[in-house]
């Protein structure tokens, strides 16, 4: 099983980013995929999630309307559109896949099943 990220880096404030998260080794088909970021000293948080197949999806407050996620079956990958980004997104950003549905994969850390390896995003002010 792996989920290999990619995307991320050093963007000035107001910029744009767009992360990537390729799975393969399970069913994808089967997984809600969620973003998570875990910033130096804190907690790992729940950014977006995605359905498996509706289009359901879910955002974190701090994040709507700036963060869209998108996945393309087909690829077997997940996309996080990030936009109009803030320092207080600086953070390592990583993909999840739950089983069950996105309400399940909003409920956070403990739900995921396989965790990729992070990539680093740094927002300068």
């Known amino acids: 099983v792996q989920l290999v990220e990619s995307g991320g880096g050093l963007v000035q404030a107001g910029g744009s980013l767009r992360l990537s998260c390729a799975a393969s080794?399970?069913?994808?088909?089967?997984?809600?995929i969620g973003w998570f970021r875990q910033a130096p000293g804190k907690e790992r948080e729940v950014v977006s999630c995605i359905s498996r197949g509706d289009g359901a999806t879910y955002y974190a407050d701090s994040v709507k309307g700036r963060f869209a996620i998108s996945r393309d079956n087909a690829k077997n990958t997940v996309y996080l559109q990030m936009k109009n980004v803030k320092p207080e997104d600086t953070a390592v950003y990583y993909c999840?896949?739950?089983?069950?549905?996105?309400?399940?994969?909003?409920?956070?850390?403990?739900?995921?099943?396989?965790w990729g390896q992070g990539t680093q995003v740094t927002v300068s002010s």
């Open positions: 080794g399970f069913t994808f088909d089967d997984y809600a």
């Open positions: 999840g896949g739950t089983w069950g549905s996105v309400f399940t994969c909003r409920g956070g850390s403990d739900y995921v099943a396989y």
